[in-house]
Protein backbone atom coordinates (compact mmCIF):
# COMPACT_ATOMS: atom_id res chain seq x y z
CA UNK A 1 0.00 0.00 0.00
CA UNK A 2 2.14 3.10 -0.90
CA UNK A 3 0.03 5.48 0.61
CA UNK A 4 1.36 4.48 4.21
CA UNK A 5 5.32 4.52 5.15
CA UNK A 6 7.08 3.83 7.61
CA UNK A 7 10.55 4.81 8.40
CA UNK A 8 12.76 3.57 9.61
CA UNK A 9 12.22 -0.14 8.84
CA UNK A 10 14.05 -1.48 11.07
CA UNK A 11 16.32 -0.15 14.04
CA UNK A 12 18.78 -1.79 16.32
CA UNK A 13 19.78 0.61 19.52
CA UNK A 14 20.58 0.02 23.06
CA UNK A 15 19.17 0.66 26.27
CA UNK A 16 18.32 3.68 27.76
CA UNK A 17 18.11 5.44 24.51
CA UNK A 18 16.02 8.00 23.02
CA UNK A 19 14.23 6.54 19.47
CA UNK A 20 11.29 7.71 16.89
CA UNK A 21 9.55 6.25 14.32
CA UNK A 22 7.72 8.07 11.76
CA UNK A 23 4.30 7.08 9.85
CA UNK A 24 4.06 8.90 6.86
CA UNK A 25 0.86 8.85 4.93
CA UNK A 26 -0.27 10.88 1.02
CA UNK A 27 -4.04 10.69 1.54
CA UNK A 28 -5.00 13.50 3.92
CA UNK A 29 -6.23 10.70 5.99
CA UNK A 30 -7.55 12.76 9.59
CA UNK A 31 -6.91 9.67 11.74
CA UNK A 32 -3.90 8.15 12.55
CA UNK A 33 -2.97 5.04 15.16
CA UNK A 34 0.08 3.23 15.98
CA UNK A 35 -0.05 -0.57 17.29
CA UNK A 36 2.80 -2.60 18.66
CA UNK A 37 2.75 -6.65 18.17
CA UNK A 38 4.27 -8.69 19.86
CA UNK A 39 4.28 -12.71 20.31
CA UNK A 40 0.89 -13.63 21.58
CA UNK A 41 -0.76 -10.70 22.41
CA UNK A 42 -1.54 -9.89 18.84
CA UNK A 43 -1.33 -6.30 18.14
CA UNK A 44 -2.19 -3.40 20.78
CA UNK A 45 -3.06 0.06 20.33
CA UNK A 46 -0.41 2.53 21.80
CA UNK A 47 -1.52 6.09 20.69
CA UNK A 48 -3.68 7.72 18.15
CA UNK A 49 -4.42 10.92 16.61
CA UNK A 50 -7.75 12.59 15.29
CA UNK A 51 -6.04 15.45 13.97
CA UNK A 52 -3.58 17.76 13.75
CA UNK A 53 -1.61 18.40 17.40
CA UNK A 54 -4.81 15.92 18.75
CA UNK A 55 -3.48 12.55 20.17
CA UNK A 56 -4.66 10.50 22.88
CA UNK A 57 -3.67 7.11 24.65
CA UNK A 58 -4.50 3.37 24.06
CA UNK A 59 -4.08 0.61 26.18
CA UNK A 60 -0.40 0.41 25.98
CA UNK A 61 0.87 3.82 26.18
CA UNK A 62 3.58 4.01 28.70
CA UNK A 63 7.03 4.75 27.91
CA UNK A 64 5.70 6.12 24.53
CA UNK A 65 4.77 9.55 23.43
CA UNK A 66 3.48 10.67 19.81
CA UNK A 67 3.15 14.47 17.95
CA UNK A 68 1.30 15.06 15.10
CA UNK A 69 2.33 18.85 13.51
CA UNK A 70 1.19 17.99 10.29
CA UNK A 71 -1.87 15.76 8.84
CA UNK A 72 0.78 13.32 6.77
CA UNK A 73 3.33 12.52 9.61
CA UNK A 74 2.77 10.98 13.04
CA UNK A 75 5.42 10.35 15.15
CA UNK A 76 6.31 7.91 18.15
CA UNK A 77 8.92 8.36 20.61
CA UNK A 78 10.72 6.34 23.02
CA UNK A 79 12.06 8.85 25.52
CA UNK A 80 14.28 6.18 26.96
CA UNK A 81 14.06 2.74 25.48
CA UNK A 82 14.16 -0.38 26.84
CA UNK A 83 14.08 -4.43 26.21
CA UNK A 84 10.10 -4.56 26.64
CA UNK A 85 9.94 -1.88 24.22
CA UNK A 86 11.73 -4.59 21.59
CA UNK A 87 8.88 -5.49 18.93
CA UNK A 88 7.06 -4.85 15.48
CA UNK A 89 5.55 -1.41 15.02
CA UNK A 90 2.95 -1.06 13.11
CA UNK A 91 1.44 2.73 12.07
CA UNK A 92 -2.13 2.88 10.76
CA UNK A 93 -4.73 5.53 8.53
CA UNK A 94 -8.17 5.19 9.19
CA UNK A 95 -9.84 5.27 5.64
CA UNK A 96 -13.57 5.45 3.65
CA UNK A 97 -15.82 3.17 5.91
CA UNK A 98 -13.70 3.17 9.36
CA UNK A 99 -11.76 0.69 8.00
CA UNK A 100 -7.76 0.77 8.85
CA UNK A 101 -4.87 0.26 6.74
CA UNK A 102 -1.49 -0.59 8.00
CA UNK A 103 2.01 0.69 7.30
CA UNK A 104 4.65 -1.93 6.17
CA UNK A 105 5.92 -2.23 10.27
CA UNK A 106 8.97 -1.09 11.69
CA UNK A 107 11.15 -3.85 13.70
CA UNK A 108 12.85 -2.55 16.90
CA UNK A 109 15.53 -4.14 18.86
CA UNK A 110 16.46 -2.28 22.31
CA UNK A 111 19.69 -4.34 23.41
CA UNK B 1 -13.09 -1.71 26.95
CA UNK B 2 -13.95 -4.92 24.86
CA UNK B 3 -12.70 -8.36 25.61
CA UNK B 4 -12.72 -10.64 21.83
CA UNK B 5 -10.63 -14.25 22.20
CA UNK B 6 -10.32 -15.76 18.89
CA UNK B 7 -10.58 -19.53 18.32
CA UNK B 8 -8.96 -21.71 17.34
CA UNK B 9 -5.16 -20.49 18.17
CA UNK B 10 -3.48 -22.57 15.98
CA UNK B 11 -5.49 -24.50 12.52
CA UNK B 12 -4.01 -27.07 10.11
CA UNK B 13 -5.87 -28.09 7.54
CA UNK B 14 -5.07 -30.04 4.20
CA UNK B 15 -5.04 -28.05 0.95
CA UNK B 16 -8.91 -28.05 -0.48
CA UNK B 17 -10.35 -28.42 2.69
CA UNK B 18 -12.47 -25.74 4.70
CA UNK B 19 -11.26 -23.28 7.82
CA UNK B 20 -13.66 -21.72 10.40
CA UNK B 21 -11.87 -19.54 13.20
CA UNK B 22 -14.80 -17.89 15.30
CA UNK B 23 -14.08 -14.61 17.37
CA UNK B 24 -16.36 -13.74 20.67
CA UNK B 25 -16.36 -10.20 21.98
CA UNK B 26 -18.13 -9.11 24.64
CA UNK B 27 -19.58 -5.19 23.47
CA UNK B 28 -22.60 -5.33 22.83
CA UNK B 29 -22.77 -2.11 21.32
CA UNK B 30 -20.09 -3.73 18.53
CA UNK B 31 -21.46 -3.29 14.89
CA UNK B 32 -18.33 -3.74 12.56
CA UNK B 33 -16.59 -6.33 12.33
CA UNK B 34 -13.77 -6.77 10.12
CA UNK B 35 -10.96 -9.47 9.55
CA UNK B 36 -7.34 -9.47 8.71
CA UNK B 37 -5.05 -11.24 7.02
CA UNK B 38 -1.09 -11.07 8.29
CA UNK B 39 1.44 -13.33 6.22
CA UNK B 40 4.77 -14.14 8.05
CA UNK B 41 6.75 -11.12 8.12
CA UNK B 42 3.93 -8.12 6.27
CA UNK B 43 1.47 -6.24 7.62
CA UNK B 44 -2.20 -6.47 8.40
CA UNK B 45 -4.32 -6.45 5.56
CA UNK B 46 -8.00 -6.34 5.83
CA UNK B 47 -9.71 -9.05 3.68
CA UNK B 48 -13.18 -9.07 4.53
CA UNK B 49 -15.82 -7.21 6.88
CA UNK B 50 -19.04 -7.08 8.11
CA UNK B 51 -21.48 -4.72 9.39
CA UNK B 52 -24.78 -5.76 11.70
CA UNK B 53 -26.93 -4.81 9.81
CA UNK B 54 -25.67 -8.06 7.75
CA UNK B 55 -25.46 -11.89 8.84
CA UNK B 56 -23.31 -13.03 6.12
CA UNK B 57 -20.93 -11.79 3.48
CA UNK B 58 -19.23 -13.80 1.04
CA UNK B 59 -16.44 -12.83 -1.13
CA UNK B 60 -15.14 -15.89 -3.33
CA UNK B 61 -13.55 -18.31 -1.32
CA UNK B 62 -14.00 -16.00 2.17
CA UNK B 63 -16.78 -15.43 4.10
CA UNK B 64 -18.16 -14.19 7.80
CA UNK B 65 -21.44 -15.04 9.31
CA UNK B 66 -22.42 -13.06 12.13
CA UNK B 67 -24.44 -13.69 15.71
CA UNK B 68 -24.74 -10.16 17.21
CA UNK B 69 -27.45 -12.27 19.82
CA UNK B 70 -24.33 -14.66 20.69
CA UNK B 71 -21.90 -12.09 20.12
CA UNK B 72 -19.61 -13.82 18.24
CA UNK B 73 -18.30 -13.87 14.38
CA UNK B 74 -16.80 -16.46 11.98
CA UNK B 75 -14.03 -16.36 9.12
CA UNK B 76 -14.95 -19.27 6.60
CA UNK B 77 -12.59 -20.05 4.26
CA UNK B 78 -13.26 -22.67 1.85
CA UNK B 79 -10.74 -25.04 -0.85
CA UNK B 80 -8.21 -23.67 0.93
CA UNK B 81 -4.79 -22.89 -0.66
CA UNK B 82 -1.16 -22.85 0.33
CA UNK B 83 -0.96 -19.00 0.22
CA UNK B 84 -4.16 -18.95 2.72
CA UNK B 85 -1.48 -19.59 5.34
CA UNK B 86 -1.05 -16.86 7.54
CA UNK B 87 -2.64 -15.06 10.58
CA UNK B 88 -5.43 -14.26 11.45
CA UNK B 89 -7.04 -11.57 13.38
CA UNK B 90 -10.39 -10.21 13.95
CA UNK B 91 -11.11 -6.64 15.65
CA UNK B 92 -14.72 -5.94 16.47
CA UNK B 93 -15.40 -2.52 17.11
CA UNK B 94 -18.20 0.42 17.36
CA UNK B 95 -18.21 1.74 13.39
CA UNK B 96 -17.45 4.86 13.98
CA UNK B 97 -15.00 7.51 13.16
CA UNK B 98 -11.39 6.95 15.41
CA UNK B 99 -12.95 3.68 16.27
CA UNK B 100 -9.69 2.08 18.84
CA UNK B 101 -9.97 -1.45 17.64
CA UNK B 102 -9.13 -4.24 19.87
CA UNK B 103 -7.37 -7.11 17.88
CA UNK B 104 -7.62 -10.76 19.17
CA UNK B 105 -4.96 -12.98 19.86
CA UNK B 106 -4.63 -14.46 16.07
CA UNK B 107 -4.78 -17.58 14.64
CA UNK B 108 -2.34 -18.91 12.84
CA UNK B 109 -3.64 -21.25 9.66
CA UNK B 110 -1.31 -23.94 8.15
CA UNK B 111 -2.39 -25.59 4.57
CA UNK B 112 -0.77 -28.37 3.83
CA UNK B 113 -0.46 -29.21 0.23
Redesign the interface.
Given at each position: ?AGITQSPRHKVTETGTPVTLRCHQTENH??M?WYRQDP??????IH?S?GVKDTDK??VSDGYSVSRSKTEDFLLTLESATSSQTSVY?CAT?RE?????????TRLTVL | ?ENVEQHPSTLSVQEGDSAVIKCTYSDSASN?F?WYKQELG?????II?IRSNVGEKKDQRIAVTLNKTAKHFSLHITETQPEDSAVY?CAP?R????????????TQLTVNP
Open positions: DRYYGHGLRLYYGEFEGYTQYFGPG | GYPKRPQLDFTETSGSRLTFGEG
